[in-house]
C-alpha cells in the first residue's frame, strides 16, 4: 500500500513542477510588464514636465548616449536638444520653450527672495538680514578689448573670489593682451586664483544663456549652473 502511495506521488511530481515553473514564468513575464509600465509612465512624466513631445524626448535620450553630448550630462534637455536641432525651425521652437522656463524659475526665485526678506522683516525687525553669500569660484565670459570685462574680474577678486576667464573668440595673444590689461599676475595663474581659457565648448551659450558679457556663471550644486550678479 505505501509502494503505491509513493508512485502515485512520485507521478504527479513532474505535474506540479510543471505548473511551478509555469507560474514563475508568469510572474517574472508580470514583473517585466510592470516594470515597463513604471518606466513608461516616468519618460512620460519627464517628457510632459519639460513640455516635450514622445519624438523629442526619444531623440533627447538617443543625444544623451551619444559621444556629442559627453560634456552635457548636466544640461536640460531643452538646451540638448536646442544645441543639436535639425533645423532652424526646430532650433527656434525649442529655444522659446526654454526662455519660458527659464523666466517662470528667474520668477519663482525672485518671488522667493521677496517673501524671505519680508518673513526676516517681520520676525527680526532689529536684525539686519545676513547678505547673499558669494560663490568661491565663478566661471567669467569676456571678449577681447572689454573694459568693462576688465573691471568684473577687478570685482570679483576684490571679494576673493576665485575667476575662471573665458574669452569668446580671440587668440592666444589677444587673450594674453587683455590678461596684461586686467593686471593678472603670473601667482594668480600659479595658484589658480585665476585661469584664462577660450570659450572652445560653447559654454556661454549653453550655461550663460549667451547673456550679454561681462557675465559670470558659478555652480549651485547637483551640476546646475546659475547666472550671479557682480557683488
Known amino acids: 500500500m505505501k509502494i503505491s502511495i509513493l508512485w502515485a506521488m512520485c507521478a504527479l511530481l513532474p505535474i506540479f513542477w510543471v505548473g511551478a515553473t509555469e507560474l514563475e514564468r508568469n510572474q517574472v513575464s508580470q514583473t517585466n510588464i510592470e516594470h515597463n509600465q513604471s518606466r513608461s509612465l516616468s519618460v512620460s512624466q519627464d517628457a510632459q514636465y519639460w513640455q516635450l ?3 523629442d524626448w526619444t531623440r533627447y535620450e538617443q543625444l544623451m548616449q551619444s559621444p556629442l553630448t559627453y560634456d552635457m550630462q548636466e544640461a536640460s534637455p531643452l538646451e540638448v536638444l536646442a544645441q543639436f536641432a535639425r533645423s532652424d525651425t526646430e532650433r527656434a521652437r525649442l529655444a522659446e520653450r526654454l526662455v519660458a522656463f527659464d523666466k517662470e ?5 525672485l518671488a522667493l527672495d521677496v517673501a524671505y526678506r519680508a518673513a526676516w522683516a517681520r520676525l527680526y525687525p532689529n536684525l539686519k ?3 547673499p553669500r558669494l560663490p568661491e569660484r565663478v566661471a567669467l565670459f569676456v571678449r577681447a578689448g572689454c573694459d568693462t570685462c576688465v573691471d568684473a574680474l577687478k570685482q570679483w577678486r576684490s571679494h576673493g573670489v576665485a575667476v575662471d576667464v573665458y574669452m569668446l573668440g580671440g587668440n592666444n595673444t589677444e587673450l ?3 590678461a596684461s590689461v586686467a593686471g593678472v599676475r603670473h601667482s594668480d595663474v600659479e595658484k589658480q586664483w585665476i585661469t584664462l581659457n577660450h570659450d572652445t565648448r560653447a559654454l556661454w551659450i549653453t550655461l550663460a544663456k549667451g ?3 561681462p557675465v559670470a556663471i558659478s555652480e549651485q550644486g547637483g551640476g546646475q549652473w546659475s ?3 557682480l557683488p
Open 227 to 229: 547666472v550671479v550678479a
Open 53 to 55: 513631445s514622445q519624438a
Open 211 to 213: 547673456k550679454p558679457v
Open 176 to 178: 594674453q593682451a587683455w
Open 129 to 131: 538680514p545676513i547678505g
Open 105 to 109: 524659475r528667474t520668477e519663482g526665485l
